[in-house]
């Protein structure tokens, strides 16, 4: 009975267009394709979470999710497990089943609409480019590879 809306277009594409025919999701289930990422802050500013129930190495979506305001879903496995703090950014689950992923949507509607957008935006920053080029000099150097 939730409203979801898939963005991109992965090899799950057409699997998920038949699907969604076969339960007559009408307006309940939107598969927008490829969002261009200058339209991708706005989509996200206008939603209530991310879900991600597949697994990534690292995955940049979370944290521009995070970035833009917005908590995640996700499966706990893999690199959210280093980008999603359960609880502040965002409910992790670990039971990848479809019903995993409902107790998971039970349990995001139970605690409320309140999320603390500046816990949010301080986790989308420790993973920004600066923070990444300052750890990895420092790393580096660290290695003995200083400045020539």
Do not use: C, K, N
């Amino acid at each position: 009975g939730r409203r979801l809306d898939v963005a991109g277009r992965g090899p799950e594409a057409e699997r998920l267009a038949a699907l969604a025919a076969r339960l007559d999701a009408g307006d309940r289930i939107r598969l927008l394709g490829h969002v261009p990422d200058a339209e991708l802050p706005e989509l996200m500013a206008s939603r209530r979470a991310l879900l991600l129930p597949g697994v990534e190495d690292f995955g940049i979506t979370p944290v521009e999710a995070m970035a833009a305001g917005l908590p995640v879903v996700a499966l706990g496995r893999g690199g959210v497990l280093d980008t999603v703090s359960d609880g502040s950014t965002g409910l992790l689950y670990r039971d990848p089943s479809a019903a995993g992923l409902a107790a998971a949507l039970e349990r995001f509607e139970t605690r409320g609409p309140a999320w603390d957008r500046r816990v949010l935006l301080e986790q989308a920053r420790r993973f920004g480019p600066d923070r990444f080029r300052a750890g990895l000099t420092a790393r580096l150097g660290a290695l003995g590879f200083g400045a020539a």
